[in-house]
T-cell receptor, first 114, second 114 residues
Framework: NAGVTQTPKFRVLKTGQSMTLLCAQD?????MYWYRQDPGMGLRLIHY???????AKGEVPDGYNVSRLKKQNFLLGLESAAPSQTSVYFC?????????????FGSGTRLTVV | SQQGEEDPQALSIQEGENATMNCSYK?????LQWYRQNSGRGLVHLIL?????REKHSGRLRVTLDTSKKSSSLLITASRAADTASYFC??????????????FGKGITLSVRP
């Protein structure tokens, strides 16, 4: 099925470890996004990309890095994980915000940092 | 910072009743969107309303937008138990960086009792 695929779905990290979350979309969308969702906080934008080779900071970028080397993939990296990064991470993609279809979201990655 | 703020935070109704959820935002927008999130899943796009539109319908959903009050409402008619979910409004703000990212509210938890 067409859509946004996130890997892994679950991960437990120790403080200081690093990891990369992968997001892949097969809809030829230009825009891709990484959000984190915490209880009572809604979704907050970490980083986003408006096209292959571009990235930009969102609302809460500290402690994260991203890369968009291929149009279909958007990687989110944690260089040195901290307990404050325990969250559910969602990737999304869109062709254009004026298009009525809106964002397509992945199913999320639940990350726990101990 | 949250652009959209939903109200109420939680809503419990009986199956068959209508559910009304409200969203207020702070800055001028290009469009406003509503999303649904079932427990443990990603968000699903429901409907988009542009700043020059006042009302839109999609099945049992009715969305209104009042740009003078910077507010929107989502009405779900004849609710069903399957409508139990969290609902988020999201805004595409005008200005620098617009048409490239959405800002989400904290969400409304809707419970529909059978």
């Amino acid at each position: 099925n067409a859509g946004v695929t996130q890997t892994p779905k679950f991960r437990v990290l120790k403080t200081g470890q690093s990891m990369t979350l992968l997001c892949a979309q097969d809809m030829n969308h230009e825009y891709m996004y990484w959000y984190r969702q915490d209880p009572g906080m809604g979704l907050r934008l970490i980083h986003y990309s408006v096209g292959e080779g571009t990235t930009a900071k969102g609302e809460v970028p500290d402690g994260y890095n991203v890369s968009r080397l291929k149009k279909q993939n958007f990687l989110l990296g944690l260089e040195s994980a901290a307990p404050s990064q325990t969250s559910v991470y969602f990737c999304a993609s869109s062709s254009d915000l004026t298009y009525p279809a809106g964002y397509t979201f992945g199913s999320g990655t639940r990350l726990t940092v101990v | 910072s949250q652009q959209g703020e939903e109200d109420p935070q939680a809503l419990s109704i009986q199956e068959g009743e209508n559910a009304t959820m409200n969203c207020s935002y702070k800055t001028s927008i290009n469009n406003l969107q509503w999303y649904r999130q079932n427990s443990g899943r990603g968000l699903v796009h429901l409907i988009l309303i542009r700043s020059n539109e006042r009302e839109k319908h999609s099945g049992r959903l009715r969305v209104t937008l009042d740009t003078s009050k910077k507010s929107s409402s989502l009405l779900i008619t004849a609710s069903r138990a399957a409508d139990t979910a969290s609902y988020f409004c999201a805004t595409d703000a005008k200005g620098a960086g617009a048409n490239s990212k959405l800002t989400f509210g904290k969400g409304i938890t809707l419970s529909v009792r059978p």
